[in-house]
């Protein structure tokens, strides 16, 4: 199985700063076959499912505000919000659907400081 | 609009069955592949079962094969998931969504709590 790790498990950024996140994958989720990483990102409110945030690792979802950024390939992977809003406060999972059984990260969580 | 909604959690004993239920509206439903993902209390996200649009392929995790069963219904437009030999383990928010491509998931019902408990 794909071992997703994410780092930090938990983040406090100032408004307007820039928070980054980090996911690694135990194993590479690149096919060189056609150049993708088979990597999401996705957001997580209180109380409410995951949304939806990157595929491919890097590009973003339709609606997802352009403050929001994803990048990387092999096995290392970032999302980075440049300005950050009230409204970002949520938990962020990485997951991999390069191979079953799919795997998500554990989880950062975001808060204001 | 896009749609997803479970039904069917509930409290169960330990060695107990129960079936989950998800009714898709707002997309051909029969094109896509389906995912079920659950979340213990205060923990994160578990992939627990995946089916292919035509039902023809579907795939577990260790910690839930041969007791989970997957299973579409193309012509009511929904997607089951039968839990079998429960575990307090099993106890989570067990969530419906829909594959985009090749097994992320782009649409999220809101949940369906199940619980394991005696």
């Known amino acids: 199985d794909i071992v997703m790790t994410q780092s930090p498990d938990s983040l406090a950024v100032s408004l307007g700063e820039r928070a980054t996140i980090n996911c690694k994958s135990s194993?590479?989720?690149?096919?060189?076959?056609?150049?993708?990483?088979?990597l999401a990102w996705y957001q997580q409110k209180p109380g409410q499912p995951p949304r939806l945030l990157f595929y491919?690792?890097?590009t973003r979802e339709s609606g997802v505000p352009d403050r929001f950024s994803g990048s990387g390939s092999g096995t290392d992977f970032s999302l980075t919000i440049s300005s950050l809003q009230a409204e970002d406060v949520a938990v962020y999972y990485c997951?991999?659907?390069?191979?079953?059984?799919?795997?998500f990260g554990q989880g950062t969580r975001l808060e204001i400081k | 609009q896009v749609q997803l909604v479970e039904s069917g959690g509930g409290v169960v004993q330990p060695g107990g069955s129960l079936r989950l239920s998800c009714v898709a509206s707002?997309?051909?439903?029969?094109?896509?592949?389906m995912h079920w993902v659950r979340q213990a209390p205060g923990k994160g996200l578990e992939w627990v079962a995946f089916?292919?649009?035509?039902?023809?392929?579907?795939y577990y995790p260790d910690s839930v094969k041969g007791r989970f069963t997957i299973s579409r219904d193309d012509s009511k437009n929904t997607l089951d998931l039968q839990l079998n030999s429960l575990r307090p383990e099993d106890t989570a928010v067990y969530y419906c969504?829909?594959?985009?491509?090749?097994?992320?998931?782009?649409?999220w019902g809101k949940g369906t709590t199940v619980t394991v408990s005696s």
């Open positions: 969504a829909k594959d985009r491509v090749r097994g992320y998931m782009d649409v």
């Open positions: 707002g997309f051909t439903f029969s094109n896509y592949a």
């Open positions: 089916i292919r649009y035509d039902g023809s392929n579907k």
């Open positions: 194993q590479t989720i690149l096919h060189t076959s056609n150049s993708k990483n088979y």
């Open positions: 491919w690792a890097s």
């Open positions: 997951q991999q659907y390069e191979s079953t059984p799919y795997t």
